[in-house]
């Protein structure tokens, strides 16, 4: 008998432009446009494995080897049922296509990363998900239109179905039918860039990204200004910055906005904070990298963000890593243990 399985893998990713407030929290639909660069890290995906057979009872998911509940109507439930909605328009065109659409499927994902390390497990997490059952139904869907049901796993999560520099864009349809990833470069067109993850924690953080930005749209006035005069104005500059590989500006950009996701998140009432003293210090220390080169007649070298925890961030080009990884064990002493530079990205921790 035929055996129906696919296994497929995804990426993280880390936002430049950040994501921060629904306004549409079933459909998953933002307040905002956001842009991310995806890690192209062997170390740092999400693996799932997807199986469709005719003998199981109910739809399962194992994350990590542990089984969790799919709730109904939930944001797994929802990617399953839209996945097997995709399916069954194949096979309507197709008479001959086994009916996958009906059968349970089990899901299995694995992290080859901390979940707790503040780095964004979901994001990988369901883009793999989307992406096993799109193999496993064989369906003809663009990574554009497979976004549009990964974003209603995480948001974020819609981003990790590319490579390279990816735009989230929010649409303004009530059904979401516009909200999805585009590519905006591949990563063959600005290889030089890496990024340097700090690990400076892995407690699991205190606010929860979806509770902590439902918060923030409904007490911070700061948000207003930021979703209406800030952030489309970064995104085409940011763009520009990418298709021109112009670091400084890309890297301007990428830091303000870290700094006003921060500042919005502290206007929020209760306040919440997700950077730490050493967070903080890991700033202070690239800011002052950067006017060093600056004064000396040269550019803005490097880079930093900030997603919703203490973790840092730090995008620069490649040559660059030589002078930041001695000066971040040097200030930071206790960073014994950190993974040279892989593949294109690298990655560091600083714990
Ligand atoms: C981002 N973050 O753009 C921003 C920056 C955190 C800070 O996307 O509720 O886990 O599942 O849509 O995708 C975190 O938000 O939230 C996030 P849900 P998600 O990467």
């Given at each position: 008998m035929a055996v129906y399985q696919a296994t497929t893998s995804a990426p993280?990713?880390?936002?430049?432009?950040?994501?921060?407030?629904?306004?549409?929290?079933?459909?998953?639909?933002?307040?905002?446009?956001?842009?991310?660069?995806?890690?192209?890290?062997?170390?740092?995906?999400?693996?799932?494995?997807?199986?469709?057979?005719?003998?199981?009872?109910?739809?399962?998911?194992?994350?990590n080897g542990k089984?969790?509940?799919?709730?109904?109507?939930?944001?797994?439930?929802?990617?399953?049922?839209?996945?097997?909605?995709?399916?069954?328009q194949v096979e309507d065109a197709n008479p001959n296509e086994p009916k996958l659409s009906t059968y349970p499927v089990h899901i299995c994902s694995r992290n080859?990363?901390?979940?707790?390390?503040?780095?964004?497990?979901?994001?990988?997490?369901?883009?793999?998900?989307?992406?096993?059952?799109?193999?496993?139904?064989?369906?003809?869907?663009?990574?554009?239109?497979?976004?549009?049901?990964?974003?209603?796993?995480?948001?974020?999560?819609?981003?990790?179905?590319?490579?390279?520099?990816?735009?989230?864009?929010?649409?303004?349809?009530?059904?979401?039918?516009?909200s999805y990833a585009v590519e905006v470069a591949p990563q063959s067109h600005w290889p030089e860039i890496h990024a340097l993850i700090c690990v400076v924690s892995d407690d699991k953080k205190g606010t929860s990204s979806t509770a902590g930005m439902q918060r923030t749209v409904e007490t911070s006035p700061l948000l207003q200004h930021r979703i209406k005069h800030v952030v489309p104005e970064r995104m085409k500059a940011i763009k520009e910055a990418i298709l021109a590989k112009d670091f400084d500006t890309f890297a301007k950009i990428t830091m303000q906005d870290s700094n006003q996701f921060h500042a919005v998140a502290l206007d929020t009432d209760p306040p919440i904070f997700y950077m730490n003293d050493v967070s903080r210090a890991i700033i202070a220390l690239i800011v002052e990298y950067n006017r060093l080169s600056v004064e000396n007649g040269g550019k803005v070298k490097a880079a930093y963000t900030y997603d919703a925890g203490p973790n840092a961030v730090i995008y620069t080009p490649k040559e660059n890593l030589k002078e930041i990884i001695p000066l971040i064990l040097k200030y930071f002493p206790q960073a014994e243990k950190y993974n040279d530079h892989l593949g294109l990205f690298g990655t560091a921790s600083v714990d």
């Amino acid at each position: 008998m035929a055996v129906y399985q696919a296994t497929t893998s995804a990426p993280v990713n880390i936002a430049c432009i950040k994501y921060w407030g629904k306004r549409d929290t079933k459909l998953i639909l933002p307040t905002n446009s956001s842009l991310s660069v995806t890690l192209d890290q062997d170390h740092l995906r999400s693996t799932t494995t997807s199986r469709a057979d005719p003998s199981f009872s109910k739809d399962r998911l194992w994350l990590n080897g542990k089984e969790e509940e799919i709730k109904e109507g939930g944001r797994t439930a929802t990617c399953i049922k839209e996945m097997k909605s995709l399916r069954k328009q194949v096979e309507d065109a197709n008479p001959n296509e086994p009916k996958l659409s009906t059968y349970p499927v089990h899901i299995c994902s694995r992290n080859n990363f901390p979940t707790a390390a503040g780095l964004a497990s979901s994001a990988a997490g369901f883009a793999a998900l989307v992406s096993s059952l799109a193999a496993l139904y064989a369906l003809p869907a663009s990574p554009s239109q497979l976004s549009l049901i990964s974003r209603q796993g995480s948001g974020s999560a819609c981003r990790s179905l590319f490579g390279g520099f990816v735009a989230w864009e929010m649409g303004t349809a009530a059904d979401g039918s516009d909200s999805y990833a585009v590519e905006v470069a591949p990563q063959s067109h600005w290889p030089e860039i890496h990024a340097l993850i700090c690990v400076v924690s892995d407690d699991k953080k205190g606010t929860s990204s979806t509770a902590g930005m439902q918060r923030t749209v409904e007490t911070s006035p700061l948000l207003q200004h930021r979703i209406k005069h800030v952030v489309p104005e970064r995104m085409k500059a940011i763009k520009e910055a990418i298709l021109a590989k112009d670091f400084d500006t890309f890297a301007k950009i990428t830091m303000q906005d870290s700094n006003q996701f921060h500042a919005v998140a502290l206007d929020t009432d209760p306040p919440i904070f997700y950077m730490n003293d050493v967070s903080r210090a890991i700033i202070a220390l690239i800011v002052e990298y950067n006017r060093l080169s600056v004064e000396n007649g040269g550019k803005v070298k490097a880079a930093y963000t900030y997603d919703a925890g203490p973790n840092a961030v730090i995008y620069t080009p490649k040559e660059n890593l030589k002078e930041i990884i001695p000066l971040i064990l040097k200030y930071f002493p206790q960073a014994e243990k950190y993974n040279d530079h892989l593949g294109l990205f690298g990655t560091a921790s600083v714990d």
